[in-house]
Nanobody
Framework: QVQLVESGGGLVQAGVSLRLSCAAS????????MAWFRQAPGKEREFVAG????????HYADSVKGRFTISRDNAKNTVYLQMNSLKPEDTAVYCC??????????????????WGQGTQVTVSS
């Protein structure tokens, strides 16, 4: 099975950029759909971005579309989330998720079988 470990979170000022990484184990990484979710204090976990196993399709939440970019490097078993123009409302714990399948449009937490433990992103005003 797959194990996921996120990194790259931190405390940044609004308007700057940050890149998160998700390192995955397993020889079948390239056949998994990958996604990023986030959960802010007092709110439910929400879908942020998804990417198909061949990276031919991506999907974004409206709140981040145009600012965030999801990508993957299957040779390195790594998924990235490039976050630009960060806003205070982006503050959350960001988690990487994986499931079998090739669609970028799996957006529910119940669609995913594997989860990382998350990395904290805090954006100050």
């Amino acid at each position: 099975q797959v194990q996921l470990v996120e990194s790259g979170g931190g405390l940044v000022q609004a308007g700057v950029s940050l890149r998160l990484s998700c390192a995955a184990s397993g020889r079948t990484f390239s056949s998994y759909t990958m996604a990023w979710f986030r959960q802010a204090p007092g709110k439910e976990r929400e879908f942020v971005a998804g990417i198909s196993w061949r990276a031919s399709s991506t999907h974004y939440a409206d709140s981040v579309k145009g600012r965030f970019t999801i990508s993957r490097d299957n040779a390195k078993n790594t998924v990235y989330l490039q976050m630009n123009s960060l806003k205070p409302e982006d503050t959350a714990v960001y988690c990487c998720a994986a499931r079998s399948g090739s669609s970028a449009y799996y957006t529910s937490i119940t669609d995913y079988s594997y989860w990382g433990q998350g990395t904290q992103v805090t954006v100050s005003s």
